[in-house]
């Protein structure tokens, strides 16, 4: 017996966004299923879950024997579904009904099924390059991609920017205020733009300021914060004397620490109210729970930041930890992006365990691709 809950019918998706068998890349995907089974308990746990992932409503076996492309009797298929059930993949939401996937089950989906190579049909291809195109910035890309990710699975549309530490910086400038702090502005070489006021030890005068952004500027063009300190840091121990007061001034101004290199990173989110409808979440605490997950944005911020150091060049999560009792029904699914290395951002659908993971799993990866083609000045076709 499991959760009937689980059965709600899932939410209408846009004609355009129908996706295509092809062939784009491999996938591989997070944590392994620890049992393999054969090619007809596979392609019968495979019917199971599509066509609830379709219909939300548990599949019976007469209804998988229809649509199996082998010809099977209902008998057969019975008795391979009750396997699949024993096994841990299945699970009867009541005595007569039909069953449903389990957390199991959608694993074993997704790693084995849904994994195969696919791509996006020229429709959505030309629907995600006129969204994205349209955008005249980086930020405004970012927030165009939460969009189109939240309208693949009416799930939660995420994308993250680069940590600061690891931004390449294309031109800084140090501004000082009327109050004796000090407005470090950051422009990275993806076109981002960070601002941060800080307040130093001592004083630095505008003039002095202005001689330090030009040095920085002149000489650290393309550097990570981490690497100017670290080269200012060497050269100040190999020759304080000529490195005079301007590198100390520059070592102590472009400090991550100082930057607030832990603090959270840019977070573009859209469709946190569909999520609750497409997760068939009705109890009123498991809302606020998803709720209050969804607008605590660090932990969304961990949650795809992992992402970027998985080897796989996409990440799926069967249900999401450390997200309560909602996110037992959720799934994520994640892909690292970059302007250049090291400095990487990632994107991701947060949505419902019965998602369509074929469309979402390509779609990730092909906003991901957009989105490097874009951040670095060229465009996909």
């Keep these: 017996m499991c959760n ?3 059965a709600r019918r899932p939410p209408v998706i846009p004609a355009r966004h129908r ?8 996938w ?52 391979v579904m009750a396997d699949l059930e024993e096994e841990g993949y299945l699970c009867q939401p009541h005595t007569s009904a039909g069953r449903i996937p389990t957390t199991a089950g959608y694993r074993f989906f997704v790693q084995h099924v849904a994994g195969q190579p696919a791509q996006l049909s020229e429709q959505d291809r030309e629907w995600i390059h006129r969204e994205l195109s349209s955008a005249s910035t980086p930020e405004e890309v970012m927030e165009r991609a939460s969009h189109v990710l939240a309208s693949v699975t009416q799930g939660l549309g995420i994308v ?27 422009l990275s070489a993806g076109g981002i733009t960070r601002d941060k006021v800080i307040r130093l030890p001592h004083t630095i005068a505008e003039a002095e300021l202005d001689r330090t952004a ?27 004397e000529r490195y005079d007061q301007l590198s100390s001034n520059a070592l ?29 979440i009705a109890a009123p605490e498991d809302v606020r729970e998803l709720l209050e997950a969804i607008e605590e944005r660090t932990h969304l911020v961990e949650l795809l930041t992992s992402c970027i150091e998985a080897p796989e060049p996409v990440h799926v999560e069967i249900g999401v930890r450390g997200m309560d009792r909602a996110g037992q029904r959720l799934a994520l699914v994640t892909a690292p992006y970059a302007w250049s290395e090291p400095m990487q951002g990632s994107l991701g659908i947060l949505g419902p365990m019965r998602m369509h993971y074929e469309r979402a799993i390509t779609t ?18």
Excluded at 19 to 26: H, I
Excluded at 43 to 54: C, H, K, N, P
Excluded at 365 to 373: D, G, T
Aim: aromatic residues 6%; glycine residues 6%; proline residues 4%.
């Design 4 to 6: 009937a809950s689980d």
């Design 19 to 26: 996706f295509l068998r092809g062939a784009l890349g491999p």
């Design 28 to 79: 591989v995907f997070g944590r392994t299923t620890a049992k393999m089974i054969d090619r007809r308990h596979s392609e019968i746990l495979a019917d199971v879950v599509r066509t609830f992932i379709e219909t939300g409503e548990p599949v019976s076996s007469r209804t998988v024997s229809r649509r199996h492309t082998e010809q099977l009797s209902s008998a057969t298929v019975r008795n």
């Design 160 to 186: 993250i920017s680069p940590s600061l530490s690891h931004m390449a910086i294309e031109h800084v400038r140090f501004v000082p205020l009327p109050d004796g702090r000090i407005v470090v502005v950051l």
């Design 214 to 240: 030009n040095m920085v500027n002149a000489e650290y063009r393309g550097w990570t914060l981490q690497a100017i300190r670290a080269d200012l840091k060497k050269r100040i121990a190999r020759d304080r």
């Design 252 to 280: 102590l101004l472009c400090d991550p620490k100082l930057l607030g290199e832990d603090a959270p990173r840019e977070l573009y989110v859209e469709g946190a109210a569909q999520i609750v409808t497409a997760a068939g």
């Design 364 to 381: 990730v990866a092909c906003v991901a691709q957009y989105f490097n083609s874009y951040l670095s000045g060229g465009r996909s076709s």
